[in-house]
């Protein structure tokens, strides 16, 4: 086999396991619930600032304010 068509075949499995990581999360999103837009642009802040959590602070601080909220709902 030429290298071009063992590279097609290594990027076709990491695709299928790469995707098999993205259903999983999209399953943790999704219990979320009304949090889940906000757990998504803090994870697009995070790829824009290279993981930088300080740069992210106003994301994070809606998330938690987000799930705060959802726990006390949750409890009444």
Known sequence: MNGRGERKEMEAREKGLH????????????QLQQCSSIYLLLQDCLVKTDRNWKSCQKEV????????????????
Not at 64 to 75: E, G, I, L, M, Q
């Open 61 to 76: 601080q809606a998330l938690k304010a987000c799930n705060d909220r959802r726990k006390k709902d949750k409890s009444t």
């Open 19 to 30: 995707q098999d990581d993205a259903d999983e999360d999209d399953e943790n999103v999704k």
